[in-house]
Nanobody, 124 residues
Framework: QVQLVESGGGSAQAGGSLRLSCVAE????????MGWFRQAPGKEREAVAV????????YYADFVKGRFTISRDNAKNTLYLQMNSLKPEDTAMYYC?????????????????WGQGTQVTVSS
């Protein structure tokens, strides 16, 4: 089992910024391929961004390209999502997810481990 704990959600105005963090167990973190997902009320969960181990290959959903940046700090066993130019439609519960084993992961990867989520609310 992999424990994931998100933080950093909150409220922002349109055009503003927030940074989400996700902490995982230190002895596992460097082997985890990780991602951020979101789910708005009444909608299905959708992939936002993923980052692989090693060379940290990144993939983004089209709706966040140029606005959001996913990154990881293996020394701090922390995954980040920097969200800029926020829009009201970015309002959702944001979840951190992980899969063990290293290598690459993609927006369509079936992640088995999930955090509890952190709420992001963007007002116009």
């Amino acid at each position: 089992q992999v424990q994931l704990v998100e933080s950093g959600g909150g409220s922002a105005q349109a055009g503003g910024s927030l940074r989400l963090s996700c902490v995982a167990e230190k002895n596992l973190f460097s082997t985890l391929c990780m991602g951020w997902f979101r789910q708005a009320p009444g909608k299905e969960r959708e992939a936002v961004a993923v980052i692989s181990t090693g060379i940290s290959l990144r993939y983004y959903a089209d709706f966040v390209k140029g606005r959001f940046t996913i990154s990881r700090d293996n020394a701090k066993n922390t995954l980040y999502l920097q969200m800029n130019s926020l829009k009201p439609e970015d309002t959702a519960m944001y979840y951190c997810a992980a899969i063990r084993g290293g290598g690459y992961c993609f927006l369509g990867t079936d992640f088995p481990y999930w955090g509890q989520g952190t709420q992001v609310t963007v007002s116009s």
